[in-house]
């Protein structure tokens, strides 16, 4: 037997199964065999597996057993002459696998392969070829002169930047998405090392078998997707941590004592400085509109009050200086904090910003009647200000809406999808797009042949260029089975430059694949869906917990006499009053799945209406998965209603 897949899969279902059809394409005419090692997953894989890829040796693990490990069940198994190692979140071209064979019999030195890989986008990854991470690598990595310098045999060392990605070159490492070896090489240096469990298993590798008188090398006569699913949490601490902890492993076993100490000052400063850097993002990006919107409507109050003490009162210092200072900046955080509550912070609809603010001067003006006259400034003001509130917050959130869609009809998306397929398939895809919830604003037909029906496309595949300049498309989604998978990676490739996102509807599916990575819901559109990651969902949400728990806090002698926990429910209410908890989430047992929109952890879980006694894992991350992707208000009213007692 001449190749040997391995693929580790652990909650992808969707991009699994579109690498296995393009693999399928790609092994014709080679004798081969295909593992998929699957770690426990919960997602609806397994069953996929053995109903549409009967041929494919499965492995079921019943613990997610790690990536490394994983892989070595299968290994030990192969009975190829070559071992590849594939990502489940890949895609391959149809002659990938016939073009690496050749090279490595032409290479009889060779003893692991990685190809050119590129993201949803046809950005080339920079992982594909990589140097051996000593100390001064990682330090250039961390520094960030490997992004200044990024053609650089000094500087980049780490993605060995001097290498042009169109050539064929001896490389140090290889990348664990797909790592070809030769399993004679395998059985003379030993299989991945278990000790990690993720990350660095294939710098481990790649360092070992060039120890044991073999060469890896970058074949650039061939691509691959590589949706690269980690890229979503590379801003976390535990990312941070997990990765740079297994660089440690590598150093303690590879690198002499006195480098090892230094790379692990290396490592430690690394993940405190990261960690430093994602919280103040964060906060930075979340605080930005609301600080600009404070800023903005502050000056329009100001403006208001000179206007209205000069002109009405006839004294330009008729407010003191407290008015100002403490009072304004009070009305304007109660207005924003009802535009926050009603969405006036998610997606532009002028109503929410009505609703916020109206909510918002209403409970100012209830407050303002129940202060001392003293404190009672102008009734006026409090009116006027929050007209002037939403008038500034109508008008920059329009100004921003425009530049960011180009267009002023905020009742579309902004967004122009371009397809690319035969007629069948352009149909099919374009009634799966229009039963999502992403409300295109356009759509354009684009034919897979040059010889197109005029009256139905708009162009064909040679003039996709011009037509998303002429169209100012947002995304091209290709239908695979019209195109083949070298002629989509090689248009991808070509037109990475113009900005736009790609993705992928497999044949016969009921989802399409994109564009970037392989944890972000918003990358599988899957029909008749109303996902509780919708930003307005999520706000939805939130206002429901917190009405909730003000209406519980008011009734607090109520709950005590009727709960069975009285101390707990009312801490559980405050919790849940300040965004500690939520009401309803998840189910605990399987709250951390990569596959489910993140949420609070719940007073109550998802499957609470359920009686959960005996339930398996896989049918509660179905009731997860059926509530995460079809959440409303009324269910989790029903299941606080329905299980008020146990607060």
């Keep these: 037997m001449k190749l040997s897949i391995v693929i580790v899969n652990y909650n992808v279902e969707h991009f699994l199964e579109h690498c296995l059809l393009s693999v399928r394409k790609a092994l014709q005419g080679i004798d081969a065999e295909v593992f998929v090692v699957d770690n426990n997953s919960v997602d609806g894989s397994v069953p996929m597996l053995k109903s549409k890829f009967k041929d494919v040796k499965l492995i079921e693990n019943k613990e997610n057993v790690g990536f490394a490990k994983a892989n070595n069940q299968a290994i030990r198994m192969a009975q190829g002459e070559y071992v590849l190692l594939l990502n489940p979140d890949t895609v391959v071209e149809e002659d990938t696998f016939l073009k690496c064979i050749e090279f490595m019999d032409s290479h009889p030195s060779a003893g692991g392969l990685g190809v050119k890989m590129i993201d949803g986008q046809g950005k080339i990854l920079r992982e594909s070829k990589r140097g051996f991470p000593t100390p001064w690598v990682c330090f250039c990595k961390m520094a960030g002169l490997t992004s200044l310098f990024p053609k650089s045999r000094r500087y980049c060392g780490y993605y060995m930047g001097h290498l042009p990605y169109d050539q064929t070159n001896e490389v140090d490492i290889l990348a664990g998405a797909f790592m070809l070896m030769r399993k004679q090489a395998l059985d003379k240096v030993g299989l991945l090392d278990e000790s990690f469990f993720m990350y660095g298993e294939d710098i481990d590798l790649s360092y070992r078998i060039t120890q044991g008188g073999y060469k890896n090398y970058y074949f650039a006569d061939t691509s691959i997707i590589h949706y690269k699913g980690e890229s979503t949490k590379k801003g976390s601490l535990n990312y941070v941590y997990t990765f740079y902890n297994a660089m440690d492993i590598f150093a303690s076993k590879h690198l002499s004592e006195k480098q090892s100490k230094m790379f692990s000052l290396l490592i430690k400063t690394a993940i405190w400085l990261r960690a430093v850097l ?370």
């Design 278 to 647: 994602s919280f103040m993002s964060r906060i930075f990006k979340k605080a930005l509109l609301p600080l600009a919107d404070f800023l903005l409507v502050f000056a329009g109050f100001y403006f208001l009050e000179q206007t209205w003490a000069k002109y009405y009162w006839g004294n330009v210092d008729y407010y003191p200086l407290h008015y100002t200072a403490v009072a304004i900046p009070c009305y304007i955080i109660i207005l924003l904090f009802f535009v926050y509550l009603f969405g006036g912070y998610g997606k532009f609809r002028p109503y929410k910003i009505l609703y916020g603010v109206g909510t918002g001067m209403l409970t100012l003006l209830v407050f303002y009647s129940l202060l001392p006259a003293s404190l009672r400034y102008s009734r006026a003001m409090v009116i006027m200000g929050s007209m002037l509130t939403f008038f500034i917050l109508f008008v920059q959130r329009y100004i921003l809406y425009y530049i960011k869609h180009r267009t002023w009809n905020i009742n579309s998306s902004g967004n122009t999808y371009v397809i690319v397929g035969d007629r069948q398939e352009t149909k099919r895809v374009a009634e799966l797009l229009h039963s999502t919830d992403l409300n295109p604003e356009c759509i354009v037909l684009v034919s897979s042949e040059e010889n197109q029906d005029r009256e139905y496309f708009s162009g064909n595949v040679n003039q996709l260029e011009d037509i998303i300049r002429i169209y100012n498309a947002d995304e091209v989604i290709f239908c695979s089975k019209s195109l083949l998978q070298s002629r989509i990676i090689s248009i991808m490739s070509e037109l990475s430059w113009a900005n736009v996102r790609y993705t992928i509807a497999p044949e016969v599916t009921d989802f399409i694949i994109g564009s970037n990575t392989i944890n972000t819901p918003a990358d599988i559109f899957v029909t008749n869906v109303n996902s509780i990651a919708l930003e307005d969902n999520r706000r939805k949400k939130r206002m429901f917990d917190l009405i909730s728990s003000i209406v519980i806090l008011i009734l607090t002698p109520a709950v005590v006499f009727v709960c069975k926990r009285h101390f707990k429910a009312v801490t559980d209410n405050l919790k849940v009053m300040f965004g500690l908890r939520t009401y309803v989430g998840y189910n605990l047992e399987d709250a951390k799945s990569d596959s489910l929109p993140p949420i609070r952890k719940g007073i109550f879980t998802a499957s609470e209406n359920v009686k959960s006694i005996g339930l398996d894992a896989p049918t509660i991350h179905r009731l997860n998965l059926m509530y995460a992707n079809n959440w409303l208000v009324k269910k989790d009213s029903d299941i606080l209603l329905n299980n008020f007692r146990n607060i």
